[in-house]
């Protein structure tokens, strides 16, 4: 059985999701052994690239995430962004943003 094919993070929207505090992340979680926002330990089959990002003292990170939580955060941010974007307050099907996130949400669904 093959692995299914790789998200791009900056493409897929990944790259954007909102992370938790690095300072309340541990060493696995900011490596991508871990998923940031459950603990899961992760595996190359079932992990999703969240793309690199700076990290405490202008360290590099290269977090990675189970799909179920990539889902709940991009169904989450889809639902959020509306309160924040102009474009969506005027016709939110427009918002390329936003349909990156339904997208997203989508695309990591079980």
């Known amino acids: 059985m093959s692995s299914p094919p790789a998200l791009d993070p900056v493409q897929s929207g ?13 060493a696995g979680q900011l490596d991508g052994e871990e998923c940031p926002w459950c603990g899961t330990e992760l595996t190359i089959r079932a992990r999703v690239d969240l793309g690199e990002r700076p990290g405490p ?7 990675w995430a189970c799909g ?43």
């Open 14 to 26: 990944t790259a954007m999701l909102a992370l938790p505090k690095t300072s309340t992340l541990t």
């Open 68 to 110: 179920p939580c990539v889902t709940t955060q991009a169904r989450e941010t889809y639902n959020r962004h509306p309160s924040y974007c102009t474009r969506c307050a005027k016709d939110p099907y427009s918002c390329g943003v936003r349909r990156v996130w339904r997208r997203l949400a989508l695309e990591t669904r079980r």
């Open 57 to 63: 003292q202008g360290v590099t990170i290269h977090p």
